[in-house]
C-alpha cells in the first residue's frame, strides 16, 4: 500500500520558515517524480517544486530563492524547506508522486500552512 504523510505544516508570520516533510511508503522514488504542490483557497492546485526523471529540482518562479526541495533517500522522506514566507504562501501542501511511464499518481492528505501576522 503506497502512502503519503505530510507533516511540519503551521501558522508563521511574514518571514518566518517552516519545513514540511513527506514520509513516503510503498514505492521508490527512483521511479517518480516526485514533488510539493500546494492549493490556496479558491484557488487551483500549483506545482511548487519537484525533482525530475533526471533528477533535477525544478521550481516554480512565485517561490524560486526561497523554497528547497530535498529527500533523504535512506528515510524515503521529502522535504520543503520554505524560508522567507509571504501571506501569498498560505494554502495547503500536497506531496504527490507522479510515476515516470505508467499511469499512476499518489497524494499525500495535505498540511496547511498558514502565513499571517
Known amino acids: 500500500q503506497v502512502q503519503l504523510v505530510e507533516s511540519g505544516g503551521g501558522l508563521v508570520q511574514p518571514g518566518g520558515s517552516l519545513t514540511l516533510s513527506c514520509a513516503v511508503s510503498?514505492?521508490?522514488?527512483?521511479?517518480?517524480?516526485m514533488g510539493w504542490y500546494r492549493q490556496a483557497p479558491g484557488k487551483q492546485r500549483e506545482k511548487v517544486s519537484w525533482?525530475?526523471?533526471?533528477?533535477?529540482?525544478s521550481v516554480a518562479e512565485s517561490v524560486k530563492g526561497r523554497f528547497t526541495l530535498s529527500t533523504d533517500s535512506a528515510k524515503n522522506t521529502l522535504y520543503l524547506q520554505m524560508n522567507n514566507l509571504e501571506p501569498e504562501d498560505t494554502a495547503v501542501y500536497y506531496c504527490?508522486?507522479?510515476?515516470?511511464?505508467?499511469?499512476?499518481?499518489?497524494w499525500g492528505q495535505g498540511t496547511q500552512v498558514t502565513v499571517s501576522s
Open positions: 525533482l525530475t526523471l533526471n533528477r533535477e529540482i
Open positions: 510503498g514505492i521508490t522514488f527512483d521511479m517518480y517524480t
Open positions: 504527490n508522486a507522479d510515476h515516470h511511464f505508467m499511469a499512476k499518481q499518489y
